[in-house]
């Protein structure tokens, strides 16, 4: 009887266990049910044989282990396209006509926001298009619904426990779905844009575009921070889109330059992103969009590539501002996304060497499945001579650019979750800052001096912080103030239980997206994201952010101060701007 007491504790544990496993690895609900059964079965043949010999034992429990194995192995959630709504029986919109045919989308619950997703914009970038320059899209019969996202671009998949974890300890925002689970697809396939507009007949509202970040390697156009749904509550409209990510959107070959008519390889995913836009151009006024007043904003990698389109003699005319968080591409020397044209061809040389191909059929004969995983090879933009023509710092250097104001900005812990497994501690603190900064180490360590393990990583925190985002953005006020064009930086201040004022955490108020009653925000989260979201909008009208009843932006007269935006909001010094004056010194 005790012996069975003891077995049916363990096996009591042993459940547990394994339902939070199967929760956190995001099992569908019939391999749970399973499980449920193969605990009853087990434990009533272990109760049962509860004299039996060790290995009788042992068999039954290697029984058990290897089928609960199997059950989550054959129990993923199952694939689907993400939804634009998650309420029963939305409503279609009116059909819209674009170039390309008919199109409905669908209402948000309560009516006030129409959702287009899935509109194609380029051709499918597969078979003998891979690796080419994004073609117009074929017309369709009929009317397009739109109520359902593309697949994601293709990319390298993080396994379900990895993203629940990180959802977990990153994002603090993690809720337990007992199993009504789905995977969302990846795909080659991807190059389709989304539209969020105010419901009903509008005309002439301010457009913007938006372009995901994930360091050009991951990213999907349906993230709930930065939907478009906040700022269409405010009368703007919003588009986002997949682009091509990785080595499909960023490999570059001297055999694919030699192919291209237009003598360019390594962009495709900037290329991408210029063929949203041209869309847009041609399109946006059916949806009550003005097509010569369109901002385009990006974040993290995103606002990399907005801050190369700035330069692109490709995409000059198709924008008039743009907005930039958490990264450029600015500085003279890019502190990530961004390399020579003769790095990437190096590259395609070990990967073709790697792959045992030498030819482009090769190439593309290959299945996207065995080329993904380059990925974190191939996810810089280069000078290619056409989308680039030279860096963006030289281009701003001699005057060239095509945005006529700019809206950007950082966050207080930019750098954090990137370094979570690689801080600082007293004893290598000092060798990690001379190695990152040569013979301008002393200047550094005396700005900021550690004694203690917290302040070794707080300050290296900060320190990489600077050196990989923040820095871009001292470049960017500076190489504006000196084209005359009019430029507005912030500093994300505002801490909350979920990201933060981490890396991303500013977006949720930019775009007015703080869900209702949720409890990692308070009210002091709303008013401000009300006041973000206003700069926002005033900004998307008239490239000022400034506005009734906000508190005064002043455009930048120097790279020296900052918009703080946190709990207080005011113009402060920015916090790094000598750490950025070493950078500025060593060339970086």
Known sequence: MKNRKVLMILLVILAVLWFVFMELNQNYWPGRVASILLFVIFGWLLAKNGNAGFFMKLLLWCGLFVSLILTSVLTPAPLKNYPAVDHKDPQYTE???????????????????EIFTGIPYAMPPTGELRWKEPQDPEPWDGVKICNTYAPM??????????????????????????GNTARYANSEDALYLNIWKPAGEVHDLPVMVYVHGGSLQTGQPWYADYSGEGLARKDCIVVNMGYRLGVFGFYADPQ???????????????LDQIKALEWVRDNIAAFGGDPDNVTLAGESAGGVCVSALCT?????????????????????????????????????????????????????????????????????????????????????????????AVLHGFNRTEGALFIILDNAKLKNYESKVRGLFGEYADQVLQLYPAATDQQARDNWIEIYSTVYFNYGHFQQTQLSLANDIPVYEYFFTKDNKRLGYNHGGEEVYFYNNIPAGDSHYDQSDHDLAEIMSGYFVNYLRSGDPNGTDLPKWQAQTD????????????TVKDP???????????GR
């Open 153 to 178: 671009s293709m990319q390298p998949q993080n396994s379900p426990l990895f993203s629940t974890l990180a959802s977990v300890i990153g994002y603090h925002d993690y809720k337990i779905n007992w």
């Open 256 to 270: 694919l330059q030699e192919e291209s008519g237009n003598h360019t390889t390594g962009n495709y995913g900037l």
């Open 559 to 570: 790279a020296e101060t900052v918009l703080e935006l946190g709990d207080s909001i005011g």
């Open 576 to 586: 790094f701007y000598e750490l950025d004056q070493i950078l500025q010194e060593i």
């Open 95 to 113: 059909t819209v006509h674009v170039h390309d045919g008919d199109l409905q989308g669908v209402y948000t619950e309560d009516g006030k926001v």
């Open 312 to 404: 692109s003699p490709l995409a000059k005319g198709l924008f008039r501002r743009v907005i930039i968080e958490s990264s450029t591409c600015s500085a003279p020397q890019p502190a990530h996304s961004f390399r020579s044209l003769e790095d990437g061809f190096a590259t395609a040389a070990e990967i073709r060497d790697e792959l045992g191909v030498s030819s482009l059929a090769e190439l593309r004969a290959l299945p996207a499945e065995k080329l993904v995983g380059y990925a974190d090879r191939c996810h810089h933009l280069t000078v290619d001579g056409y989308v680039l023509t030279e860096t963006p710092y030289e281009s701003y250097m001699r005057g060239i650019h095509n945005e006529e």
